[in-house]
């Protein structure tokens, strides 16, 4: 199982999601970010679990959970709507799964890093500046959690507050690509490393 954390400062916290995704806090950023998370051709990865902290306005922190299986009503068409129900029905105190394999709770970043950490699980920031991605261990690889940002990045301050809990920066390349690419980058890699390729 791999696990990625996506983080937005600014990702807005309605349901109202406007039409033009870049006005409700670059929604089209967590879009992309979801569809390269999960689709492969004709076929959903069911070995990601994706968690995504949204920060912005009016209703911050929420915490969404994806871990798709079959039952779940997700389309690549249509992320937006299952995003926008999701933070609709979202409750202060409790966690709910709204579709199957789709949770969403009041949580800030640093609980939900916390909360992975037990787990036993590694902690990778990807990083321009971190070590090269093809330098992680077996071990490392099929217990890890990959945390990223938004076009802004992670700021300093959340940063700060996950300092102590992270393992270990890990850079997937020379250049600062999209979010979503770095997702397909770090997939791909895995992918191969899995299988020997
Ligand atoms: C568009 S980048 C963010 C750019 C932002 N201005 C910054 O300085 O962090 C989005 C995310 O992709 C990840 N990322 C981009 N390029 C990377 C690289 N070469 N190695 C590791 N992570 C990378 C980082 O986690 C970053 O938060």
Known sequence: MRTFVFYSEKAKTTGKIKDDLMQSGRMDIVIHSIIATFFLSHKLRKDVEMHLVFD??????????????????????????????????????????????????KK??????????????????????????ENLKEDEINNSVFILGDDDGIPKSKLKTIKHMIDKKISIGPEMYFSSQ????????????????
């Open 56 to 105: 912005g306005p009016p209703n911050p922190p929420q915490h969404l959970i994806f871990r798709f299986n079959e039952e779940t009503p997700i389309s690549k068409k249509d992320v937006a709507g299952l995003i926008s129900k999701m933070l609709y029905k979202s409750e202060k105190g409790k966690i709910k799964e709204i579709f199957p394999g789709c949770f969403i709770e």
């Open 108 to 133: 800030h970043f640093e609980a939900v890093i916390s909360e992975l950490k037990e787990k036993n699980k590694k902690i990778f920031l990807l990083d321009l500046d971190g070590e090269k991605m």
């Open 182 to 197: 770095t997702i397909i980058i770090l997939n791909n890699f895995l992918d191969k490393y899995l299988n020997n390729v």
